[in-house]
């Protein structure tokens, strides 16, 4: 990956002090601003490469369009409060401590599903109060009771863990962890369906998106053991709270433990108020360890990625996650070059593409087709009016433009290993090209049919034209271009002489106008790489 260069940061909510110590020992200017208002961070923001929020900020498309960011970091696990659409639409990182509050947020899961279990802050309440009624506080056990586990990534695990040592039984749902992987510590797999039914207790830990939104709803409960406690330390609105409040009222749930709401701090104060309700103000990553973490962290996740050593918490920018080895760089400036080759091809014709096939063969290769994709689409883009395409944003960059994307991988045929083949086709007519790597530098193999005798450098001014095979060839167009002012510096030509062929000549400069070249060739296209 080239590198991401961040020089100066804005904190925009209190983080641990590590952070902004960890940032500016490795040469990254740290300004600390809390409490702003949407229109000030909007006027800030300008000023920042890097943007590090937790989650009170609210990262909207209009700050985002407003700003020249580069990274946006939340010490913290949720993005929901960062338009993340927006953020990669503008080519910005939006990166995540995906276990800074790991560990906290699972205890805090357990200590509700105690008190619940238990009436805890209840019986505190009343104690407070002056009363001793142990008859109204009766709980229940957690020994031999089944919790239902919605989520099972590192918080749902370490919850699992943690609750199994009480004697429960724990099953659960995730759409993404293989059932053999949390059958190895101790939670069975199995769809919703299966699992409403069997739960005493039932608590999720999913992203907010529109497949959790409502997720426990009136339809749901209904599913559920009447009696069934719930709790949600993960996000305001993946438990409906109006069908919650239906449900307690009903008797169908009998306790919730909330530390989340969809309005924060909640106007509403039904659920807040409700006898058999625990709730907190959103204390998941409340604990000094946690916040120690998450600072920590996001501070040492933007400095690796800046030193080019690893990416990490990267949620919208898993490309790069593989791009941070000598062999891709230099894998990327290829897809780049080729890509570039065939855009300024189609430029000069005037012929707009709209399918674009790219194929990677090799084994080298084979771990790279999805970074070969983005850096060929940045090379075909990078020159179209109002595109700023990088690695991040370009495939929604390519969709908004109406290209369609195929990509495959092919074993090596023999004749070459590690070989990037793209196609695009323009009007009915395609341009073909096919590169490799090689002695460290990125080479043009083939352009559309013509396969060089010599592979062509891509660095440096290069022009490229189409003629017909003749021995007065090279010397015309030498001639023509001394005329302009232009040297020839490396010339390349076709392995075969027949028929209109594509040639390349590494210039000292540019042409000012490719027609010049009109009486000689039947197409040219020039670039500098």
Request: with cysteine; glycine share 8%.
């Amino acid at each position: 990956m080239a590198p991401i260069f961040i020089k100066t940061v804005l904190i925009s909510e209190s983080v641990d002090p590590r952070c902004k110590t960890i940032l500016e020992e490795n040469g990254i200017r740290v300004t600390e601003k809390q409490n702003m208002k949407k229109d000030e961070l909007m006027a800030e923001i300008k000023d920042y490469d890097g943007l590090v929020v937790r989650s009170a900020t609210k990262v909207t498309s209009d700050i985002i369009n407003a700003a020249n960011l580069k990274i946006i970091g939340r010490a913290g696990t949720g993005v929901d409060n960062v338009d993340v659409d927006a953020a990669t639409k503008k080519g910005i990182i939006v990166m995540n401590t995906p276990s800074g509050n790991t560990i906290s947020a699972a205890e805090l899961t357990c200590a509700l599903l105690m008190s619940l279990s238990r009436n805890v802050p209840q019986a505190a309440m009343s104690m407070k109060q002056g009363n001793w009624d142990r008859k109204k506080f009766m709980g229940a056990e957690l020994y031999g009771k089944v919790l239902g586990i919605v989520g099972l990534g590192r918080i749902g695990k370490e919850v699992a863990s943690r609750m199994q040592s009480f004697g429960m039984r724990t099953i659960g749902y995730d759409p993404i962890t293989p059932p053999e992987v949390t059958a190895s510590w101790g939670v069975e797999q199995m769809s919703l369906e299966q699992l409403w039914p069997q739960c005493d207790y039932i608590t999720v830990h999913t992203p907010l998106m529109p497949s959790t939104v409502g997720l426990l709803n009136d339809e749901t409960f209904a599913k559920c053991k009447k009696g069934v406690k719930v709790v949600n330390c993960a996000r305001g609105g993946i438990i409906d709270e109006a069908a919650l409040l239906r449900a307690l009222e009903s008797g169908q749930c009998g306790g919730a433990g909330l530390d989340v709401f969809v309005e924060e701090p909640p106007q509403n104060r039904s659920l807040v108020d409700h006898p058999n309700v625990i709730s907190c103000p959103h204390l998941g990553a409340s604990t000094k360890e946690a916040q120690a973490r998450c600072g920590e962290d996001i501070a040492l996740q933007i400095v690796d990625m800046v030193k080019g050593k690893k990416l990490v918490g990267a949620v919208n920018a898993q490309v790069l996650a593989s791009t941070f080895s000598q062999e891709s760089h230099q894998l990327i400036k290829l897809g780049e070059a080729v890509g570039a080759v065939l855009q300024s091809c189609a430029t000069s014709s005037k012929k707009m593409y709209k399918h674009v096939q790219i194929t990677t063969q090799g084994d080298c290769m084979k771990s790279a087709t999805g970074y070969m994709t983005s850096s060929v689409l940045v090379g075909l883009l990078n020159h179209e009016s109002g595109c700023c395409p990088n690695l991040i944003n370009v495939l929604s960059l390519a969709k908004e433009s109406g290209i369609t994307v195929n990509q495959t991988h092919c074993a090596s045929d023999g004749a070459a290993s590690g070989m990037c083949k793209v196609e695009i086709v323009a009007n009915g007519s395609s341009y073909k090209a096919s590169g490799s790597v090689q002695g460290g530098v990125p080479v043009l193999l083939e352009l559309s049919d013509s396969v060089f005798k010599q592979p062509v450098s891509l660095t440096g001014n290069l022009l490229f034209f189409k003629a017909s095979a003749s021995p007065q060839l090279l010397s015309s167009v030498a001639g023509l271009l001394a005329t302009e002012g232009v040297e020839i510096e490396s010339y390349s030509a076709p392995a075969d002489r027949t028929g209109d062929l594509w040639y390349c000549v590494g210039v000292s400069s540019l042409l000012r106008d490719l027609s010049a070249l009109k009486p000689l060739v039947k197409e040219a296209a020039q670039l500098t790489i």
